[in-house]
């Protein structure tokens, strides 16, 4: 290892050369099987999920009332803003590990490994959220049916079976193949596309023009809705301002909340080593599924507020039970049906992208290497599927439910700010990189959707914060006492003895 690399210390990068060639090397590959449509599929697939199909009740009934449509459309500016520079690293470094990977080649391996640890955060809890969501819509649905969970056992409860079943199954599926999970995932975001569609035509001619107004709630303190000091946002904590909730404060907060919807179209680059053809399909599969879903998601606003008046919306289930509120119980079963398949898509998606990072991980030597390795049938890194499955299992079942989504949007919220700040630094440090995609207006645009992002993590409640606070001394002090010394660009990878992959599986 060449002398100035060492004296980097913790902020030593990876060159783009280096990560690329490490994806050719037998132990680590993953097979590319991934097309345009497939991508597109899988950030339709992740997207569209609990932020639709139960967060904008919840955010509309306590944060922002009917004006929650404004709120999706700032979520979606500030997404829109970070996905066009996923778009140009993804297309530039075609490499699994998504933002951990991007940073790693610019920003250095410390700040590598916060990304890293972050998006665990995000993909882990994530999927946690939307298995309680899943469970939730099944109760319902079996409701419907004349079935009747014991309480004990199902959503809301102190162990939520459902949740840890569904993780059970699709672990199982995503250790099996990549291109078999994707089959799945193309039948299940059919259905779920239906269902909006459904929901947004049926709903059209329920709307009451009168549950419009006020559109803007007027704000009122959030101690009358259940809030404190801590459940306020951080800004308002900051500078001593009474805590409150809709108005012009519950618009911002709500889009701060409603962001989880969007949570999809970063996991795209993380299955940028898979892509047959990365440079041009991973900027169409980013791009485009986040289109699609903003356009979904500001119909079906519109309907559920005009539907039904902001207050009564259900924080559970909120697009069934809207149609069981107008007296159509038969639509509310089929709704619900959809939502247990659609929301199916997007576990098993979370589950993909958190392995992937953990793969880039050990791959880097950061996490023990022989978590990377990978199936000679499958392709797929199984031990790591089983790991994270198992993880997810258990947060889905035994966390109560609505205090995990925050912690997902602060996540992945910080995620977009340190690859946003990362655009400009590559484009100065390695002018010479093809870059098959760019993004426009560089550096303002990058630096834009870097400060709109942080803005929206300092609308998060300061609870939030604290226990987004202790995630990160958790993964500084592994990395610390593991990474730092264990990586490859600590030893140098020609200074490790070879790992025996005698024993691959």
Request: neutral net charge; contains cysteine; aromatic residues 10%.
């Amino acid at each position: 290892m060449d002398s100035k690399r060492r004296s980097a210390g913790i902020f030593r990068t990876k060159s783009i050369e280096e990560s690329i060639a490490e994806t050719e090397e037998s132990e680590y590959a993953l097979k590319k099987r991934l097309t345009a449509l497939d991508l597109t599929v899988f950030g339709v697939g992740v997207i569209i999920g609990a932020g639709i199909f139960t967060l904008t009740g919840r955010a509309a009934a306590t944060v922002a009332g009917p004006a929650i449509l404004i709120s999706f459309i700032v979520a979606a500016f500030c997404c829109g803003l970070a996905a066009l520079c996923y778009a140009e690293f993804a297309s530039t470094v075609p490499v699994s590990g998504s933002a951990y990977t991007f940073s790693y080649a610019t920003l250095g391996e410390f700040v590598a490994w916060i990304i890293g640890w972050d998006l665990l955060l995000e993909l882990m809890l994530g999927a946690s959220v939307v298995a309680q969501g899943w469970s939730a819509y099944v109760g319902v649905f079996l409701g419907h049916l004349g079935i009747e969970l014991p309480e004990v056992i199902s959503y809301g409860s102190h162990f939520d079976l459902p949740a840890l079943l569904l993780v059970v199954v699709l672990t199982a599926l995503v250790a099996f193949g990549i291109k078999e999970s994707m089959r799945v995932n193309l039948v299940l975001v059919a259905i779920k596309i239906f269902i909006v569609l459904f929901v947004i035509f049926a709903g059209i001619s329920f709307i009451n023009t009168a549950n419009y107004t006020p559109f803007i709630p007027p704000a009122q303190p959030a101690a009358e809705m259940g809030g404190s000091v801590w459940t306020a946002p951080l800004l308002q904590t900051m500078f001593g301002m009474t805590p409150t909730t809709f108005g012009v404060g519950g618009i911002l907060a709500g889009a701060s909340l409603v962001f989880f919807a969007y949570i999809g179209f970063d996991v795209v680059a993380t299955t940028a080593e898979e892509a047959k053809n990365p440079q041009r399909d991973l900027p169409v599969g980013i791009i485009a599924s986040l289109i699609i879903c903003t356009v979904l998601y500001c119909a079906v606003t519109l309907v559920i507020t005009g539907m039904i008046p902001y207050n009564e919306i259900s924080t559970e289930a909120s697009l069934a039970t809207a149609f069981e509120h107008v007296g159509k119980p038969g639509y509310a079963t089929l709704i619900s049906a959809g939502a247990v398949a659609g929301l199916t898509t997007v576990v098993m998606t979370l589950l993909i992208g958190a392995s992937r990072v953990v793969f880039a991980m050990s791959r880097d030597w950061l996490l023990p290497p022989s978590l990377a390795r990978t199936n000679l049938k499958t392709g797929t890194p199984v031990r790591i599927n089983l790991i994270i499955g198992a993880v997810v299992a258990c947060i889905a079942a035994f966390t109560p439910v609505g205090k995990l989504e925050e912690m997902v949007n602060i996540g992945t919220l910080a995620a977009f700010t340190l690859v946003s700040l990362a655009v400009p630094i590559l484009r100065k440090s390695r002018p010479d990189l093809k870059r098959s995609f760019k993004v426009p207006g560089s550096p303002f645009v990058p630096w834009l959707a870097a400060a709109v992002a942080f803005y929206l993590m300092l609308t998060l409640p300061a609870e939030t914060w604290v226990r987004f606070i202790a995630w990160m001394v958790v993964g500084l002090i592994i990395y610390f006492i593991y990474g730092v010394k264990k990586s490859r660009l600590a030893q140098g990878k020609d200074d490790i003895p070879a790992i025996d992959y005698s024993g691959r599986h």
